[in-house]
């Protein structure tokens, strides 16, 4: 075990903390005293959408909530904030390196500047980074997954429930990642259903202008691909992903979620008949285990990866429709074997 002690000390955040996190985002601790220092856990920071995006950053939460349970140490989760910068969010997380947290992860590829810059100032630390490979470093741990395989299979849903031939994807932002979501999910559609039609959108070029924070902007992309008759529509969008859920239960038609099982979520629950499935990678067991390693005396650094093999990517069966629909759940499940042995190669980009 990394820590000799387990002192939780009771009260409100030391004022260096609130002062260096005011600049940079709002934060929740489950306790805060400087007599702590040095004993504390798991820490991480929101991508945008912030918690409460009932996608991707709310399965980061659950990681730090399965960490602060069970190890029984101080935990923090901090809000992103509007226009902030690079070294913005380097402060953030040399912040909580100087509070005593370790680890610490930032919650999306936008963090990697941040993320190389901390972890140099800071090698007693490790850090994670969630969807980024890019950083090579002894105290840093890539969290990243094979999004086009659960993707795939989501294209294979889609194309065994289309009654039109038209489905449709809705990306947040035109970036890398969200090119594997839309290249395996054409892959499924196009390999299960030759005559279905995929149509995709991009709701912005950069995450700055609100590709994945904006539930409005999912909404119209979604109303525009179902007046050309989608009848299935697969978000990869964050919070975004909201409206494309709420587009697609207003005309009747099915959505399917991503990152999150969807269909569980509180804050979607009035749609949820129309979430035929989610697409899934386990963001909160990556972090978790990230939390663990640290927590056993052996910090996992280097590129961690998540697959239909490890099982951190996956689709949901929450909804009954879905789950028991025979034919359907045999055409994932052989197509989930065929990706596993490597007989399909699904694409990335």
């Known amino acids: 075990m990394r820590r000799i002690s387990r002192i939780t000390v009771a009260g409100a955040a030391t004022a260096s903390l609130a002062l260096a996190l005011a600049a940079c985002g709002g934060t929740s601790t489950s306790s805060g005293s400087s007599e702590s220092k040095g004993d504390k856990g798991l820490a991480i920071a929101y991508d945008v959408g912030g918690k409460g995006d009932q996608s991707f950053n709310d399965a980061a939460f659950a990681g730090l909530e399965q960490a602060k349970k069970e190890f029984k140490y101080e935990t923090a989760d901090i809000e992103p904030t509007d226009g902030e910068t690079d070294a913005d969010k380097q402060q953030r997380l040399e ?74 994807f809705v990306g947040g932002v035109d970036n890398p990642l969200i090119h594997k979501f839309q290249a395996g999910y054409e892959q499924g559609v196009t390999d299960t259903n030759p005559k279905a039609k995929v149509i995709s959108q991009f709701l912005t070029q950069t995450a700055e202008e609100g590709g994945f924070s904006s539930p409005d902007k999912g909404k119209s992309a979604a109303e525009g691909q179902i007046e050309k008759k989608a009848d299935v529509v697969y978000a990869a969008a964050g919070l975004s992903g909201q409206g494309v859920i709420e587009a ?65 990517v996956s689709l949901s069966d929450s909804n009954p429709k879905f789950a028991d629909d025979t034919e359907l759940q045999k055409a994932i499940e052989a197509a989930k074997e065929k990706i596993i042995s490597g007989d399909i190669k699904v694409k990335s980009s």
């Not at 909580?96 to 941040?114: D, E, R």
């Not at 969807?131 to 090579?136: A, G, H, L, N, Q």
């Not at 749609?271 to 996992?300: C, F, Q, R, W």
């Open 248 to 312: 697609a239960a207003a005309n009747k038609v099915w959505a399917i979620g991503v990152d999150s099982d969807q269909y569980k979520q509180e804050a979607l629950a009035k749609y949820k008949d129309s979430i035929l499935t989610s697409a899934m990678k386990d963001v909160a067991k990556a972090v978790y285990n990230l939390a663990k390693s640290v927590e056993d005396g052996k910090p996992a650094t280097g590129i961690v990866q998540g697959d239909l093999k490890t099982g951190e």
């Open 95 to 168: 912040s909580l390196a100087k509070q005593g947290y370790n680890p610490i992860v930032g919650v999306g590829y936008a963090y990697a500047a941040a993320v190389k810059g901390a972890a140099e100032d800071f090698p007693d630390v490790t850090f994670g980074i969630v969807d980024d490979s890019t950083i090579e470093a002894d105290n840093v741990a890539d969290l990243v997954f094979s999004e086009e395989q659960a993707s795939y299979l989501a294209g294979v849903a889609a194309a065994k429930s289309t009654k039109s031939n038209v489905v449709g």
